[in-house]
């Protein structure tokens, strides 16, 4: 037995050597490194909090990046978890050609962080591109997608709403996985569509409902391809993103003390929201019995 | 008399209600249609917008660059293979031959490194008990959730201090060591679904645990292997952020930064040239994924993802 114990962490040892060097020690020394004025030439000089209170009291760049990044996160998340439903919900009938369908969807997601698709955005959005020469037809006059800065975020935001496939593919294999029946009863006694996905299908499928809004809010808060090739945070900072602003402290100013604490700002909101999220699923996550997880 | 007339109610409100039923089930027939109907229509024109942007950029990468922002069709008029000739040249002195080698030698050590230790790591997790296993596999957990920003910095300032900027070190070393926790998470949990009798047959016979990990393990976690390899392989084709800021010398640039470079250097008017090798870039990507589209639906339904 001892012999076998010992078997279980050699086997894990590549794995907690890793842990260790680039995610526990790393974890810390930049907690610590928020402190300190760091610059890599010297070595790290203790500040306190004085990065903290320069990032809350007089740095208005971060205070319109944080802004920025709070309202692309709550505009992105529940529009490509809703986009994504829907289809999986119109998905899970009997048609035909329906892997045709659910592959066709899914290719944007391949592609994801792809920078030809972000090179491809700067195309199609441009103020001759696809996108307006398509509205041409319908007599709609061109929009300046990246020039006026209430639109660029939203078409940053359209980019990853475009990649709603793997979430669509989680949703569609939960309401593959409901039992049939339970429509049958519901239609018997008269629910109509709209009264069955409210009342059946949603309570059942919130753990993946769940598991969705913490994948994609973890994801949409890191988000920086997007921004970085086809804005470059512009214009008027409207599309600097946390982690834009994160980038260019770290590896364009070197700044690493002060950009650490951006990091752990972002850090701290995104376990924040994280944490509401489980502790408020006791309320509307519904697990059945030992079946389902 | 009465018994007869009762009879011909009954058989009348009977051919009423039969009617009443085939007339119930002729609507139900139409709605079920129109909904179907509907259903295609819905489909099909979200598939239509969400694909029409790639098969634009394909047909836009062989039209000439007075073409690109004055036709929206799919056909170019005078197709033209100049961007790709004159894309693939690039403006520095390397082709795109070279980057796409680049990055063939980033992702292949990476993908191979993924597979060994992610496998190790899972078999440790599904089959054996040691102290602190627990806090281990939360461990894993943990990392899944983990914002990388938080620890992007140190590990920097790490792999700087090793002297392994401008190499691929960073790009390997990590994910060598079992640090994509995604992958060490589908495995354990597509392990604890194989019951372990095989491998106990196997340690009858006189098998040591490496053994039976290598001739018996291995084998049944093919298909998840395969996952694993492919979305390592993507993610790896895609990724932008990491190269960008370890990889320095231009020589070194794997096809994702050289893209970007392409679009800082390459003069305002030659669009196609950018379009055309956009094209190149996520061709290897689209290609994997139709040759074994099978193995990233089941990996994201299993596990649950990213992307």
């Known amino acids: 037995m001892t012999r076998k114990r010992a078997l279980g962490l050699i086997y894990l040892s590549p794995y907690i050597i890793g842990l260790m060097a680039f995610t526990a020690i790393p974890f810390i020394a930049s907690f610590y490194l928020s402190f300190t004025d760091y610059n890599l030439m010297r070595s790290p000089k203790w500040t306190g909090l004085e990065n903290y209170i320069k990032l809350f009291t007089s740095d208005r760049t971060f205070r319109r990046s944080l802004s920025v990044t709070l309202l692309y996160v709550f505009l992105t998340v529940p529009l490509k978890l809703a986009f994504a439903l829907f289809i999986a919900y119109i998905l899970n009938y009997k048609l035909r050609c329906i892997n045709l369908f659910r592959t066709a969807f899914y290719v944007p997601s391949i592609l994801g962080g792809s920078i030809a698709i972000a090179v491809l955005w700067r195309y199609i959005f441009a103020t001759e591109g696809l996108v307006n020469m398509v509205l041409a037809w319908f007599g709609i006059e061109p929009v300046n997608w990246f020039g006026d800065p209430t639109n660029a975020l939203f078409t940053i935001t359209l980019l990853r709403c475009w990649q709603f496939g793997s979430a669509m593919v989680i949703f569609l294999a939960a309401l593959q996985s409901i039992d049939k029946s339970l429509y049958e009863a519901a239609a018997i006694d008269g629910a109509s569509k709209l009264r069955s996905f409210v009342f059946i299908t949603i309570p059942l499928i919130t753990p993946v409902i769940f598991f969705n809004l913490i994948m994609q809010m973890v994801q949409a808060f890191q988000e920086f391809n997007g921004p970085y090739i086809i804005t470059q945070g512009g214009p008027l900072k409207s599309t600097y993103l946390l982690p834009l602003y994160i980038y260019d402290e770290a590896f364009k100013r070197f700044d690493m003390g002060y950009a650490s604490a951006i990091a752990w700002v972002l850090f701290l909101i995104i376990m924040a929201l994280t944490l509401v999220a489980f502790w408020s699923s006791k309320k509307w996550v519904f697990y059945a019995g030992d079946k389902r997880s | ?307």
């Not at chain 2, 009348?12 to 085939?22: H, M, P, S």
Request: net charge neutral; aromatic share 14%.
């Open chain 2, 1 to 307: 008399m009465t018994d007869i007339s009762q009879a011909s109610d009954v058989f009348t409100a009977g051919a009423d209600a039969l009617a009443e039923a085939r007339r119930h089930q002729r609507i139900q027939q139409r709605r079920a249609r129109i909904s179907a109907i509907m259903r295609y229509a819905i489909l099909f024109g979200v598939g239509l917008v969400m694909l029409y942007p790639l098969i634009w950029l394909v047909g836009a990468s062989f039209k000439t660059n007075a073409e690109i922002f004055a036709n929206p069709g799919f056909i170019p008029r005078e197709p033209t293979t100049e961007g790709y000739v004159q894309g693939w040249e690039t403006s520095t002195p390397y082709t795109f031959g070279r980057f796409f080698w680049n990055s063939f030698l980033i992702i292949l050590p990476k993908t191979i490194g993924t597979a060994i230790s992610c496998t190790m790591v899972a078999y440790g997790f599904a089959r054996f008990d040691f102290p602190l296993k627990k806090l281990l596999f939360s461990s894993v957990i943990a990392i899944l959730l983990l914002p990388n920003v938080v620890t992007r910095i140190p590990q920097y300032i790490l792999f700087r201090e090793l002297g392994w900027l401008d190499s691929f070190l960073p790009l390997w070393v990590p994910s060598a060591m079992a640090g994509d926790a995604f992958f060490v998470f589908m495995l354990v949990q597509f392990l604890r679904a194989i019951p372990d009798d095989m491998e106990q047959a196997a340690r009858v016979d006189g098998c040591n645990s490496w053994q039976t990990l290598l001739f018996v393990v291995v084998p049944m976690l093919a298909p998840a292997l395969i996952s694993v390899c492919l979305f390592q392989f993507m993610w790896t084709m895609n990724d932008f952020l990491g190269p960008l800021i370890y990889i320095s010398s231009v020589d070194k640039y794997p096809v994702s930064l050289a893209l970007k470079l392409s679009i800082d250097t390459t003069e305002a008017f030659e669009w196609n040239r950018i379009l055309a090798m956009s094209v190149l870039t996520i061709t290897p990507a689209l290609a994997v994924f139709f040759m074994a589209q099978k193995y990233f639906i089941e990996g994201i339904s299993a596990g649950g993802i990213k992307g």
